[in-house]
């Protein structure tokens, strides 16, 4: 089946910590991106890429970091900077070009303590 | 620039009643518009998109139409289910090729049997 893998769907730090969230995909979608959710808030959008060893960042990037090897990966890091880590991080990937929805993966629940 | 403004919630509904959440927007250029739901722990799933004016998306009994003078997409159900009961997102894409979507807060529906 094609589609979108994050792993793990719950993780759990300590402050100071950094922490990678995974993503993959298997749809042959150029382009990926990484979104944060707080209750009762819409998506924002932290990092995006539209082809591999190529990122740009999006609304919220402070505090987080990306790299894409591989077509196919996209993780994302959560570095201690990142001054309220706890959220629900979703990873989507798409075809570039106009118009082409993004499709989302299961989304992995952080808890920093 | 771009932006959604959705109706706040929740809504509660009866089984078999008539839904609507209102949807609009600010864009530069001609946008494509998307639906997205998202159940609860779950990442988001397209619901129906419309990429120009007078385009009407449709799935799962739900609709909804590109109206450009009004700049609005809202989302309608004929007759929702208990199964209906979700977070729903109003979306646009910006035009540059990026891709990136724009969300709106969400909006959350309940359907009591």
């Known amino acids: 089946d094609g589609g979108i893998t994050q792993s793990p769907k719950y993780l759990f730090r300590k402050e100071g910590q950094n922490v990678t969230l995974s993503c993959e995909q298997n749809?042959?979608?150029?382009?990926m991106y990484w979104y944060r959710q707080d209750p009762g808030q819409g998506l924002r959008l932290i990092y995006y890429s539209q082809i591999v060893n190529d990122f740009q960042k999006g609304d919220i990037a402070e505090g987080y970091s990306v790299s894409r090897e591989k077509k196919e990966s996209f993780p994302l890091t959560v570095t201690s900077a990142q001054k309220n880590p706890t959220a629900f991080y979703l990873c989507?990937?798409?075809?570039?070009?106009?118009?082409?929805?993004?499709?989302f993966g299961p989304g992995t629940r952080l808890t920093v303590t | 620039g771009n932006s959604v403004t959705q109706m706040e919630g929740p809504v509660t509904l009866s089984e078999e009643a008539f839904l609507t959440i209102n949807c609009t927007y600010t864009?530069?250029?001609?946008?494509?518009l998307f639906w997205y739901v998202q159940y609860p722990g779950e990442g988001l799933q397209l619901l129906l998109k419309?990429?120009?004016?007078?385009d009407k998306g449709s799935n799962k009994g739900f609709e909804a139409t590109y109206r450009k003078e009004t700049t609005s997409f809202h989302l309608e159900k004929g007759s929702v289910q208990v199964s209906d009961s979700a977070v729903y997102f109003c979306a646009l894409s910006d035009q540059t090729g990026a891709n990136n979507l724009f969300f709106g807060t969400g909006t959350r529906l309940t359907v009591i049997p």
């Open positions: 419309a990429t120009k004016a007078d």
């Open positions: 749809l042959n979608h150029d382009a």
């Open positions: 864009a530069t250029g001609y946008p494509s």
């Open positions: 989507a990937s798409s075809w570039t070009g106009k118009s082409y929805e993004q499709y």
